[in-house]
């Protein structure tokens, strides 16, 4: 088992730039695909980007494609989301989620075991 904690949410002009954090705690975040979901009002939760257990492989959103990077620090127990040129549809709660059974084809399919209380980002224009 595993407890996500988010952070680094706030408030930003367009076109700055934000990085958010999740981190562990109860065990290592080794043996888990990590994932970053976002929640905007009145929609549904949608991917944002994945890292494999090893941070070798990483996948995106479209939307996101060329201005989000996650990355992850395995010997701190943290996965970073850095979130560039950032725009007001960007404006959610982002969310961190593990789990320990995901393969590639399912990293978009938010079933994920663990997830963290969210951080709000907010864009104004």
């Known amino acids: 088992q595993v407890q996500l904690s988010e952070s680094g949410g706030g408030l930003v002009q367009a076109g700055g730039s934000l990085r958010l954090a999740c981190s562990a705690s109860?065990?290592?975040?080794?043996?888990?695909?990590v994932a970053w979901f976002r929640q905007a009002p009145g929609k549904e939760r949608e991917f944002v980007a994945g890292?494999?257990?090893?941070?070798?492989?990483?996948h995106y959103a479209d939307s996101v494609k060329g201005r989000f990077t996650t990355s992850r620090d395995n010997a701190k127990n943290t996965v970073y989301l850095q979130t560039n040129s950032l725009k007001p549809e960007d404006t959610a709660t982002y969310y961190c989620?593990?789990?320990?059974?995901?393969?590639?084809?399912?990293?978009?399919?938010?079933?994920?075991?663990?997830w963290g209380q969210g951080t709000q980002v907010t864009v104004s224009s």
């Open positions: 989620a593990a789990d320990r059974s995901k393969i590639l084809s399912d990293y978009r399919n938010p079933s994920y075991a663990y």
């Open positions: 109860g065990n290592s975040l080794r043996p888990y695909v």
């Open positions: 890292s494999s257990r090893n941070g070798a492989s990483t």
